[in-house]
């Protein structure tokens, strides 16, 4: 997606900000389950200082790129609004209980995004109007 905020020329730094700011917390996540997984042989009494920052930071950055997806145009905007919908129930997602299926909307709109994106269905459509 943000090789079509670089052709669009729209919203290029609100893509780029989500994609850093999701990659981040996806690195922290995972230097976490490294260093558990390594290290403490799954008993990191640390984790909860990789997991919530890295959760937060991950939401924070699709949020940002449901935010350029909505206003760009590059997607439909059906797509934008279910990408930052599922976002937010990405919150209270938790992989322990049955919550863990509120996950299944965000994996759903990544698909989608991907089928649009292959498929050559993302027909940039009129960005919105910028707020005065």
């Given amino acids: ?9 729209l919203y290029l730094k609100l893509a780029n900000a989500g994609l850093i700011t999701a990659a981040t ?9 490294l260093i558990q997984t390594v290290f403490f042989a799954g008993d990191f009494p640390g984790m909860p200082y990789f997991v919530i920052p890295g959760l937060l930071a991950a939401i924070a950055g699709f949020l940002m790129i449901g935010v350029f997806i909505l206003r760009s145009g590059v ?10 919908v599922s976002t937010i129930a ?3 997602a938790n992989e322990q209980t049955p919550a863990v299926l ?3 909307p965000f994996g759903l709109a990544m698909v989608v ?17 910028e707020a005065a």
């Fill in 1 to 9: 997606m943000t090789l079509l905020a670089r052709r669009s020329g």
């Fill in 75 to 84: 997607l439909p905007r059906w797509l934008g609004i279910f990408f930052l």
């Fill in 90 to 92: 990405l919150l209270a």
């Fill in 102 to 104: 509120l996950a299944i």
């Fill in 113 to 129: 995004a991907g089928y649009h994106l292959w498929a050559g269905a993302a027909a940039v459509q009129p960005p919105l109007p």
């Fill in 25 to 33: 917390g996806l690195i922290l996540l995972f230097t976490g389950a």
